[in-house]
């Protein structure tokens, strides 16, 4: 099994910035998928970024040149720097794991921008 803790959301204003942190622990092979999703009010969850089992990044168009991923295999955190927010970038933004045909998921951070 593995845990996924999601943190760093909160209300900013357009054109501010974030950080979302991902803290995984448990059952954590080597090899694996991690990334962020985000849901917004009345539409379907949406990939915002990832790196692949392989170790490439895939992006949003909505996203890309704003939120780079990062992460620290030492520590089992990902992260997203959120940069030049937009009111469209509300949402509820979920941390992902996939290995081995398995999908897990955290709970979620809210992330709102507005004035």
């Known amino acids: 099994q593995v845990q996924l803790v999601e943190s760093g959301g909160g209300l900013v204003q357009p054109g501010g910035s974030l950080r979302l942190s991902c803290a995984a622990s448990?059952?954590?092979?080597?090899?694996?998928?991690m990334g962020w999703y985000r849901q917004a009010p009345r539409k379907p969850r949406e990939l915002v970024a990832r790196?692949?089992?392989?170790?490439?990044?895939n992006y949003a168009d909505s996203v890309k040149g704003r939120f780079p991923i990062s992460r620290d295999n030492a520590k089992n955190t990902l992260y997203l720097q959120m940069s030049s927010l937009k009111p469209e970038d509300t949402a509820v933004y979920y941390c992902?794991?996939?290995?081995?045909?398995?999908?897990?998921w955290g709970k979620g951070t809210l992330v709102t921008v507005s004035a």
């Open positions: 992902n794991l996939g290995q081995y045909g398995n999908n897990y």
């Open positions: 448990g059952n954590i092979f080597s090899i694996y998928a």
């Open positions: 790196f692949t089992s392989s170790g490439s990044t």
